[in-house]
Each structure stands twice: as C-alpha cells, then as structure tokens.
C-alpha cells in the first residue's frame, strides 16, 4: 500500500460511518462521546536482537476499543505501516463487527510496525513474544483475546499463547484463537473469513437473481481471504474471471482454474508467473465487468478516483475498509450494493469466538458442525442487517452500523456508565 494512501486518516473514514448511522439512530451525545473514543490505547518499544547480534526495537500497540458487550477481540498486525490510527481504526471497527453478528465481545486491535517478510523465524519468535509479555496484564480470555492478522501466523499464536502462559503459571489456550489444532485451535478457522464472505455473497446473489452458475466473479486479493473464497465461489459453480495479489491481478473471461491458481501460489508463494489468465494492473482488476467484485487485499482501494468505473453489481468486501465514503455514495447512487466488511468478513471472528468457546468447556467441534454453526450465525445476523435496511431505504453498511451500535448501546444503558 502507498504511503499517500496511508496518510489519509483510515479512522476518519470509520468515524464518519458511525456517525450515519448515530444520526439516524438519535444517539445522544454523551453516547457518541463514549462510543468514539477507545477505553484504552497501549504503545511500548520491543527491543529485540537480530540473528546476526544487531540489536533493533520496534514499537507495538495494543487498542482495547470497547469492553461493554464482553473481552476485547480483535488480530495482531506485524505490518512496516502499522500506525496507531490504523490500530484505532480496526478495533473501532471490531466493536462493531462482533456486534452486528451478535458476539459477546468488545473490539480491539494490535500490531507492531515491522516487516514479517524481512525477518527470520527465530527473529519472529523473540518479537512475538517480547509483544505478548508487554500485554500480560491487559490481555486474557475475559479481558482480551488477540488473533492472526496480516503478517502474522497460527505459529505466531502459539508463541503468544505459550508465553502468557508460562507467565502466569498455567495452560490458558483460551487466551488467543487462530491457534494450530494441536494446542486447542478450532476446525474450521482458517477458512472461515473468505467462507463468510462467500455465504453473504451467495445469499445477496439469490435475493437479487443472480444465478450462481455461471456468475462471473472477481476477487482482488488471493491471500487467505481472497483464494477462500475464490474457491468457495467456483465450487458453487461461480465463474472467477480475475484474481490478484502483490505481483499483478489475472484475468480470463472463460473462468479461471481456481484450484490451480491456489496450488501456484502456495508453490510459488504468489502468482508472480501465473500463466492461467491476462496480467493487468490492480486498477484495472477492480474496474472489470462482472456480477460481483470482493476486495480482499488492505483498506482503501475502492476511491472517488475509480467509483464510477465499477462495473459490478454487488459488492463482497473482504477486507477491512476497502471502500472510502465518497465511493460508498457513489455506489449508492449507481445502484451497487456493497455488503460492508462488519459483516461479510465477519466469518473469521465468528469461528473465533466458537474457538474461545470450545476453549474454555475443552470440548471440540467437528468441521462440519463449525461450520454449520458460522452460516447460521452469520446469515442470522445479515438478514436482521437487511430488514433494517429495506426497511429505512437505506445502505446495507448504514443498516449494519445501526444494528451493531443499537446493540452496544442496550449493553452500556443496562450496565451504566460507572463514573
């Protein structure tokens, strides 16, 4: 991502979101007041030594946004542009995403500002666990329970997790999900954002009469989300006639062999050489003609500069904040809709959670049960997201921000603001 897109405020933009849907809520001031602002923002160096001796520090954070409705819950994010906006931003964001799937969480968020790509696996360790050390006493399974984001790894959880442990004397799998299977992760996990993001999709997709078979979808992104879902399109019969990562994006008009695309990527680790469709630009992936277009690579790739060439006509966002609010009216306006990213990627915390579950009985699930679980969750909660929306004739984005602050708003008025 560029530096010039980074330097727009990525909060702003969630700010201006809430507040929508604050206006047509009624929401008083002094619930807004409380509603945007974070309960606690955390910055700490971590020093750490490089493999070859060099002694380096970082700087880490940790956003717990909101605590009304249960733990902090939100990923970890080791990425060079991680900012405190940024962090702010996306556990802003959290509190609203486990609301309007109706999870007992609150929102948080965390990173450290370094490049995973760069660094070693022993170099990784000593930093995750130099992070998680710092957040020893903020940090637990009914206080906040991190997760996996970019850069970071079901490995990079178990190092979380084992160290909180050996720090506090006990086994405590609960205190992170996105872990591996064999220390108490959940079936089901690694799948279930792109997963979530198919579910919303497909169920849009039939409301409006667009056949699955045949449906010709882009997917910008081909990361965990993005090559997920990809695949959960295709094996619905859908037509996936664009596909990008970092290297470029790949277009076929006669469909794309997805399986093959993702057994290239893991052998290659990215598409750099794909040879299964056109190579274009990023830019011109996002303006291609098809049924529905998902955005599963970073924020704010969907702009005023390329709204109105958007050819698309639904809207799965992937990813956390692809679309500004001046594109979002203009979609409005030309009769796109978008299915906003607090509910269609929303599949990812929703299996977290059932993680944490599991985690506390020590009773695990089969695949399908999770998984079975995650549609009825997230379509459940979609559907009460449409009824508001058809309802006040307005964007399914507006309705998903009113569904989730009503719902945080009934937990702090029965709970009270202590003071």
């Known amino acids: 991502m560029s530096t010039a897109v980074r330097d727009v405020s990525v909060f702003g933009d969630a700010i201006a979101y809430f507040n929508e849907?604050?206006?047509?809520?009624?929401?008083?001031?002094?619930?807004?007041?409380?509603?945007?602002?974070?309960?606690?923002?955390?910055?700490?160096?971590?020093?750490?030594?490089?493999?070859?001796?060099q002694i380096e520090v970082y700087t880490g954070y940790r956003v717990q946004y909101n605590f009304a409705r249960g733990p902090a819950k939100g990923g970890i994010r080791f990425h060079p542009g991680v900012t405190?906006?940024?962090?702010?931003?996306?556990?802003?964001?959290?509190?609203?995403?486990?609301?309007?799937?109706?999870?007992?969480?609150?929102?948080?968020?965390?990173?450290?500002?370094?490049?995973?790509?760069?660094?070693?696996?022993?170099?990784?360790?000593?930093?995750?666990?130099?992070?998680?050390?710092?957040?020893?006493?903020?940090?637990?399974?009914?206080?906040?329970?991190?997760?996996?984001?970019?850069?970071?790894?079901?490995?990079?959880?178990?190092?979380?997790?084992?160290?909180y442990s050996m720090h506090v004397r006990q086994n405590v799998p609960g205190v992170v999900t996105g872990k591996?299977?064999?220390?108490?992760?959940?079936?089901?996990?690694?799948?279930?954002?792109?997963?979530?993001?198919?579910?919303?999709?497909?169920?849009?997709?039939?409301?409006?009469?667009?056949a699955a078979k045949g449906a010709k979808i882009v997917v910008q992104g081909f990361g965990n989300v993005g090559s997920i879902a990809a695949k959960?399109?295709?094996?619905?019969?859908?037509?996936?006639?664009?596909?990008?990562?970092?290297?470029?994006?790949?277009?076929?008009?006669?469909?794309?062999?997805?399986?093959?695309?993702?057994?290239?990527?893991?052998?290659h680790h990215s598409l750099d050489g794909y040879r299964g469709g056109d190579k274009v630009s990023n830019n011109v992936l996002l303006e291609q003609d098809c049924d529905v277009l998902v955005p599963a690579a970073l924020?704010?790739?969907?702009?005023?500069?390329?709204?109105?060439?958007?050819?698309?006509?639904?809207?799965?966002?992937?990813?956390?904040?692809?679309?500004?609010p001046e594109a979002d009216r203009i979609f409005k306006q030309n009769g796109i809709i978008v299915i906003p990213d607090i509910v269609a990627n929303a599949g990812g915390v929703t299996v977290s959670y059932f993680e944490w579950v599991q985690d506390r009985q020590g009773l695990f699930w089969k695949e399908p049960e999770v998984n079975e679980r995650l549609k009825?969750?997230?379509?459940?909660?979609?559907?009460?997201?449409?009824?508001?929306?058809?309802?006040?004739?307005?964007?399914?984005?507006?309705?998903?921000?009113?569904?989730?602050i009503e719902r945080v708003v009934a937990s702090l008025k029965v709970r009270g603001v202590y003071a």
């Not at 807004?32 to 070859?52: C, E, G, K, M, W």
């Not at 279930?192 to 409006?208: I, K, Q």
């Not at 005023?304 to 956390?320: D, P, S, Y």
């Open 180 to 210: 591996p299977l064999e220390i108490g992760g959940s079936r089901g996990r690694v799948e279930a954002t792109g997963r979530g993001v198919s579910l919303c999709a497909l169920d849009e997709m039939e409301r409006l009469g667009i």
């Open 21 to 53: 849907a604050a206006a047509l809520l009624n929401l008083d001031e002094g619930m807004r007041a409380i509603l945007t602002h974070p309960s606690r923002q955390v910055i700490f160096s971590i020093p750490f030594q490089r493999d070859s001796g």
């Open 299 to 324: 924020e704010k790739v969907l702009t005023v500069e390329n709204a109105a060439r958007i050819k698309a006509k639904l809207i799965v966002e992937g990813a956390n904040g692809p679309t500004t």
């Open 376 to 404: 009825d969750q997230l379509i459940t909660n979609f559907h009460d997201v449409r009824r508001v929306a058809q309802a006040r004739n307005i964007t399914y984005r507006t309705a998903a921000y009113m569904v989730a």
């Open 232 to 267: 959960m399109f295709a094996d619905a019969g859908c037509t996936i006639v664009g596909i990008s990562d970092v290297t470029g994006a790949y277009v076929n008009e006669g469909g794309l062999d997805i399986d093959g695309a993702i057994a290239y990527a893991q052998e």
């Open 84 to 163: 405190l906006d940024e962090v702010t931003a996306l556990a802003f964001w959290m509190t609203w995403k486990c609301a309007v799937v109706d999870l007992p969480f609150g929102g948080g968020k965390g990173g450290v500002t370094c490049d995973p790509t760069t660094l070693s696996k022993s170099e990784l360790e000593r930093i995750t666990r130099r992070y998680a050390a710092e957040l020893v006493e903020i940090v637990g399974p009914d206080k906040d329970v991190p997760a996996p984001d970019v850069g970071t790894t079901p490995q990079t959880m178990a190092w979380f997790m084992d160290t």
